[in-house]
């Protein structure tokens, strides 16, 4: 356990022990990558060992339902379905708590691109959690409120990846009739430090402030970077290869050490509900329209099971089989492999500046992105951006 070991592969950062705390004397510090971990007060612990116990890395639950029931899905509306990264079958859970009073609780990205984690209460606020966000997201003290909420039987959905679910399930150490859970299918994390540089480079290279920011371009069903800024058109990096962000995260390099290692990653799975990318989906189910996403959804529990037949009536979906799922979506059973870089890049980053390593270690070879954009220029949709990247790279 990390409190006693201070092995950084051991920490997920999910909050359990600093809010089971009783004398409150844990706080999360951020480590010199950006990541947070516990510190005790060892003046005030009363060496009651709480925070042992309920540490999900050391004592993680794995009891869960083995055989899934798995569908690949996307929402009706259409509207919906387009600002959504894959599919919006969130959007139809959420829609049902939020139609019965309760909250809702995700991940959003502040106007200072800062990713934590808040709750919402009305449908005119879920645009705030929606969309993917490629960075861990700060929890603050949203355990304490959720605990809170269902403490008043207020309906309480939570989503985010399996080491908060698991996090927040310890943390509250009971079962809640009216709490719902999803985890999301993880590649891993990488810090708000990085993601900070990454947007303080792009306003350096492009000479305007960042003004919004998405790790998915929902114009198409693919992990590309769009990037708004004051005072000149978007950037739109039609391949996530050509984001040194995205680059990074795709290739592992950047991900905090316990995803590396992360118990979570397999079956049975930690929420009621499992979401993710239907990768593949046009390979392996006949008929079905791909192009604006489509959702993987696994019915974990009883609970998990009852909110997807409520959500699946504003829902196009049909069964799947798990095992086509997880040949293009290997994050449902095992972890990220971790790639050598990884032990020294935010050392690198630190010594060299992000501007250097996002222009060599976050990047193909030349002769990749040239590949990339010729087959950019023979799509018409994506042509004027590769046009424009050739244009800045001059090759």
């Excluded at 509306?77 to 990264?85: A, E, G």
């Excluded at 949203?142 to 679910?165: A, M, S």
Aim: aromatic share 10%.
């Amino acid at each position: 356990m990390y409190l006693l070991t201070k092995d950084k592969t051991q920490c997920s950062g999910c909050t359990a022990c600093q809010h089971v705390c009783p004398k409150s004397c844990i706080t999360m510090q951020t480590d010199d990558e950006g990541f947070d971990y516990p510190e005790i007060d060892a003046q005030n612990c009363i060496n009651c060992h709480a925070c042992e116990r309920v540490c999900p890395m050391a004592n993680p639950d794995l009891t869960g339902c083995s055989e899934p029931e798995s569908y690949a899905t996307f929402i009706s509306d259409l509207s919906q379905r387009r600002t959504s990264s894959s599919g919006g079958a969130f959007c139809a859970i959420a829609s049902i708590v939020l139609d019965k009073g309760g909250i809702v609780v995700g991940s959003t990205m502040d106007k200072d691109f800062q990713v934590h984690h808040i709750a919402i209460r009305y449908a005119d606020e879920l645009h705030l959690l929606k969309g993917s966000k490629y960075v861990q997201s700060r929890l603050g003290n949203i355990f304490d409120i959720i605990k809170r909420e269902l403490q008043t039987g207020r309906w309480c959905y939570f989503v985010g990846t399996g080491c908060q679910v698991a996090g927040l399930k310890a943390f509250l150490n009971r079962d809640y009739p009216n709490l719902i859970t999803s985890d999301l299918v993880c590649h891993g994390a990488p810090s708000q430090k990085l993601f900070d540089a990454h947007i303080a480079y792009l306003q350096e290279r492009y000479h305007h402030k960042v003004v919004t920011y998405d790790f998915r371009d929902n114009s198409r069903w693919s992990v590309s970077e769009k990037v708004g800024f004051e005072g000149r058109k978007p950037l739109i990096n039609g391949n996530y290869k050509l984001s040194p962000y995205l680059y990074s995260f795709m290739h592992a390099m950047t991900y905090r050490p316990s995803c590396y290692v992360c118990p979570f990653a397999t079956i049975p799975r930690q929420g009621d509900i499992t979401l993710a990318d239907c990768w593949g989906a046009k390979r392996f189910i006949k008929g079905m329209q791909t192009a604006y996403g489509v959702s993987l959804l696994l019915t974990n529990t009883n609970k998990g099971r009852k909110a997807w037949t409520m959500a699946s009536e504003s829902c196009e979906w049909q069964d799947v089989d798990i095992t086509d799922c997880i040949a293009f979506n290997g994050n449902l059973v095992h972890a990220t492999n971790k790639p050598p870089q990884r032990d020294n890049i935010y050392k690198d980053i630190e010594q060299r500046g992000y501007k250097a390593v996002a222009e060599s270690t976050f990047r193909p070879t030349i002769y990749y992105l040239k590949r990339v954009t010729n087959a950019m220029k023979n799509n018409p949709v994506t042509r004027p951006i590769a046009w424009l990247w050739i244009k800045a790279k001059g090759f």
